[in-house]
Nanobody, 124 residues
Framework: QVQLDESGGGLVQAGGSLRLSCAAS????????MAWFRQAPGKEREFVAA????????RYADSVKGRFTISRDNAKSTLYLEMNSLKPEDTAVYYC?????????????????WGQGTQVTVSS
């Protein structure tokens, strides 16, 4: 089992940057594919970015490609999301998730464990 704890959210002006972290506890963090999802008020949860267990493969939603970077440090059991050029439409609760099969996928039903989320608010 894996417990996930996100941090780093906050209020930022449009054009600014934030770095989210997701600290994992439990066994075998380096065996899990990891991802970030987000959910804005009144909208469904949507995929943001995913990374393979070794960090070699990544995948991004079109809406964040070129602005966000997902990375991981397996020695620290931590997942990151570097967010640049933030827009008001990036405002959401951001969740990290872990896939036991090590997949790099945008499908939320492939992820076994979820954090509680961290709020990101981008003002115009």
């Amino acid at each position: 089992q894996v417990q996930l704890d996100e941090s780093g959210g906050g209020l930022v002006q449009a054009g600014g940057s934030l770095r989210l972290s997701c600290a994992a506890s439990g066994r075998s963090f380096d065996r899990y594919g990891m991802a970030w999802f987000r959910q804005a008020p009144g909208k469904e949860r949507e995929f943001v970015a995913a990374i393979s267990w070794i960090g070699r493969n990544t995948r991004y939603a079109d809406s964040v490609k070129g602005r966000f970077t997902i990375s991981r440090d397996n020695a620290k059991s931590t997942l990151y999301l570097e967010m640049n050029s933030l827009k008001p439409e990036d405002t959401a609760v951001y969740y990290c998730a872990a896939a036991g099969r090590g997949l790099v996928t945008a499908a939320s039903n492939e992820y076994d464990y979820w954090g509680q989320g961290t709020q990101v608010t981008v003002s115009s």
